[in-house]
């Protein structure tokens, strides 16, 4: 009990027992679907083996990495609620509909998720494809957020993020490197003296 780690898996393996049973119990007693817990419980098993510690290490990393990258995912978050602010005051008494025949960029938080959509080009076209076919200026609105989206903010968030990630790679190398050669110097401290 004293590792942090077998403890969770102790507590991982014990939770998704009892959600087998009680899965076992609705689906066949009642015929019911239950929400599964064990499915997200899976990672932390994977994470916590032993021979798993470079996962530890690269998880580490990433946790690190995230905190130092919040700066610029703030940027890009402010910058399209900017954009959704603007869309929504362009777009709301034009009753735009996307091609599902429902309202298109009506409000913020659909103007942000639209926008959002657009900034990760998932689904580039279909976002601004409603309001071309309704007036061709909108060309002037959708192509300088996807330019500066695009080819600016994300690369400058490819360029932070890898940048904390090597430095923080690093000393995680510079750290496993100590050790390595704390424990030859010992080893060898003790070949060389017979006592």
């Not at 580490?60 to 905190?67: A, D, E, F």
Request: positive net charge; glycine residues 2%.
């Amino acid at each position: 009990w004293s590792d942090i780690k077998n403890c969770v898996i102790i507590v991982s393996i014990a939770v998704m027992l009892v959600d087998t049973v009680v899965w076992f119990v609705y689906k066949v007693g009642e015929g019911r679907e239950v929400i599964r817990v064990s499915r997200v419980l899976r990672p932390l098993l994977i994470i916590n083996f032993s021979d798993n510690r470079n996962l530890r290490k690269l998880l580490r990393n990433i946790k690190k990495t995230v905190v130092d990258v919040i700066s610029v995912l703030v940027l890009i978050f402010l910058f399209i609620a900017i954009f959704a602010m603007m869309a929504t005051k362009f777009f709301e008494r034009r009753t735009l509909l996307d091609p599902h025949g429902d309202p298109y960029l009506d409000n913020f938080l659909d103007s942000y998720w639209n926008l959002y959509v657009l900034m990760t080009t998932a689904n580039s076209p279909d976002v601004s494809l409603p309001a071309f076919r309704n007036e061709q200026a909108f060309f002037f609105f959708f192509m300088p957020f996807s330019v500066i989206t695009t080819f600016i903010l994300m690369n400058i968030l490819l360029a932070v993020v890898y940048k904390h990630y090597k430095l923080h790679l690093l000393e995680e190398v510079k750290v496993d490197v100590g050790i390595i050669q704390g424990n030859l110097l010992k080893a060898f401290t003790l070949l060389k003296d017979p006592d």
